[in-house]
């Protein structure tokens, strides 16, 4: 049976997938291939605090175990760019936290292919870091593999447009996302899947404003050196919500707020998952 609601909830993630070129009555457009590069400084409101991923529960009421900035590094390569035909293309990004006196990182990178529909699959190493007194479980790290849609536009009105950025992923057995860093292994759950899914309205094109958003679910019910399974269990949902304002060609600056509600899989339930944030950025 487990295997069979991992059959049907990767169906149902291509199903919708594609059934957003139905309801929008376009094609599938190919994605032009383009270098990127993103640099961003974001700081975290005072209430609710940024609390770092790896902080343990016993640290919370401290003040000084809340992040106040953060830098975010990132950008994609395609080598073969110029070719008419899909190719590969490579990634990596670095967000290095402020903690007190301390910091954490978190560093990402991995390569994928491109189809010339717009559909993508990668591969993507995780590690996230965290140095210091605050720090509760040691190195975290993960590996997945993903399909995925990048930025399918679906026009809402003849001046609005929506772009999903849908990806599906499975994270092999040792390899699992662990929403719930620090807890002792008999008690830990960690996720096997996760769907991970990007949102953005743009208004008319001299408009400067947009929203964004995005919504990501790990799933699964795996407990570490105990019991290695291929459950899909919702275990949290995390949401992400913000305005975007282009100050000019490539700057940025974005107001956000972010939560995490437990779905029954979060072990530390006391712990603050909510935080509220300014960042500025150039994109290009």
Known sequence: ???????????????????????????????????????????????????????????????????????????????????????????????????????????????????SNGMFIRYTNNRYLIHGDLANGGEVIWNGLSIGLSQYPITLTKSITLKLSPEFYIFPPYNEYDPNPGIDFPDRITARYAIDTQIL???????????????????????????????????SIWWQLGIRYKIHKYWFSELGYSSEEDAGGLVETDRPRDYGYIKAGYAF
């Open 1 to 115: 049976m487990s295997n069979l609601r991992i059959a049907g909830l990767l169906v149902l993630f291509l199903c919708g997938i594609f059934s957003v070129n139905v309801l929008a009555q376009q094609p599938i457009i190919p994605v032009k291939r383009a270098n990127s590069a993103n640099i961003t400084v974001s700081t975290f409101l005072p209430e609710p605090r940024h609390m770092p991923y790896d902080v343990s529960s016993t640290t919370m009421d401290q003040d000084d175990a809340a992040s106040r900035f953060s830098v975010f590094l990132s950008g994609q390569y395609y080598p073969l760019q110029d070719s008419a035909t899909p190719g590969l293309f490579g990634f990596a990004g670095i967000e290095a936290f402020q903690v007190s006196d301390s910091h954490a990182e978190n560093i990402q990178f991995g390569f994928g292919y491109l189809l």
């Open 201 to 235: 309205i743009e208004g008319p094109q001299d408009s400067h404003l947009s929203l964004i958003g995005r919504l990501f679910m790990p799933l699964g019910d795996s407990r570490p050196q105990k019991d290695y399974n291929w459950k899909t269990d919702l275990i």
